[in-house]
């Protein structure tokens, strides 16, 4: 078992010590730039590591069994004021470690808290020891823009596919979208789920398992639609997806898709969640009490649109979508 100590000298007075323990769930590029936003965001607060701060960085690999061993070594061995988890994996083990005992708990990159168990809803706080962000845009939002774009190619009637992992948030996310589809008329999704693998030792394991699913749903659906989790949010997936099927990619997660080829992008910005997980952090250390902290969304989000994808499909972005995308315009 390894777990990585950062900066843990002493200098601080015990009162002003904190000791934060971070569980990261996978080494993809939304974790770790909301990762470094948290602790930059706590070090423009006057909490430095090495000074008045201790960080314990735990990376689980998309481990389960390891992540709940080396946080469970780290609670039972020094004392820890506050756990951060980075995407749902993480922030399931450390929900579950954490019950019983005085410390809470900020999540981000989790986008579906309560399907994942953290809570019982995100209309309210939770009223226990756990606040964070969520990893998510609107849905509603999301599938209606895409919709209207499509609808310039004169359909009545779009079929959007999947394929994702067994991963709790791209089974939740899934789930939501069915949901919010349901309530659009003439929009369905198509999903087909392969077991997940931790990530990134079975993520090879995990794209030759797509390959079948792939080719089974390209007969059925107008285009692709990526949910969060660890396929949708990794680049090799989309180019081995690519490869297999013709049909283009609609809604992709990261802007690493749309510079690839994908229409368009509505993402969270993986900077300000972890800002904004931070100040949640900020006011634990105040006194604050998690259970009464609101769980919203990151008020900031990018979107990324490619023009050649757009061109190939007969579509002309409006230019309200240009100047939302700034400067995430690709060709």
């Not at 061995?77 to 708990?105: E, F």
């Not at 004169?154 to 596919?161: D, E, L």
């Not at 910005?269 to 900020?282: F, I, R």
Request: charged letters at 20%; a neutral charge; aromatic letters at 6%.
């Amino acid at each position: 078992m390894i777990v990585i100590f950062l900066n843990i000298t002493h200098i601080a007075t015990a009162a002003s010590q904190k000791h934060i323990v971070i569980i990261e769930t996978m080494p993809i590029k939304a974790i770790e730039i909301a990762t470094d936003s948290f602790i930059k965001t706590l070090q423009e607060n006057d909490y430095i590591e090495g000074k008045n701060l201790k960080v314990s960085l735990i990376k689980a690999n998309g481990n389960r069994e390891y992540a709940t061993k080396a946080l469970k070594a780290v609670l039972d061995k020094t004392q820890v004021d506050l756990v951060v988890s980075a995407a749902t994996l993480a922030s399931q083990v450390a929900y579950q470690l954490l019950q019983g005992r005085s410390i809470p708990q900020v999540f981000y990159t989790v986008a579906d808290p309560v399907g994942a168990g953290l809570m019982a809803s995100t209309d309210k706080p939770s009223g226990t020891f756990i606040t964070g962000r969520l990893h998510t845009v609107d849905r509603h939002l999301k599938i209606t823009s895409i919709v209207q774009l499509l609808q310039q190619q004169q359909k009545k009637a779009i079929t959007f596919g999947i394929v994702h992992s067994s991963y709790p948030s791209s089974v939740g996310d899934v789930r939501l979208l069915n949901e919010v589809a349901e309530k659009i008329e003439g929009v369905s999704f198509v999903s087909r789920q392969i077991n997940y693998r931790p990530v990134p030792k079975g993520l090879n394991a995990m794209l030759q398992a797509s390959k079948t699913p792939i080719k089974d749903l390209e007969p059925e659906i107008d285009c692709w639609w990526e949910v969060t989790g660890p396929l949708g949010e990794n680049s090799e997936f989309f180019q081995y997806r690519n490869k297999v099927s013709s049909k283009p990619s609609c809604f992709a997660i990261t802007m690493d898709a749309v510079k690839a080829g994908a229409l368009i992008t509505l993402e969270p910005d993986s900077a300000a969640e972890g800002s904004e997980s931070a100040q949640l952090a900020l006011a634990i250390f105040n006194g604050a009490d998690a259970g009464k902290l609101t769980v919203k969304p990151p008020e900031q989000f990018k979107m990324g649109v490619n023009i050649s994808t757009a061109l190939s499909m007969g579509i002309t972005f409006p230019s309200m979508l240009i100047k939302l995308s700034g400067q995430h315009i690709y060709h």
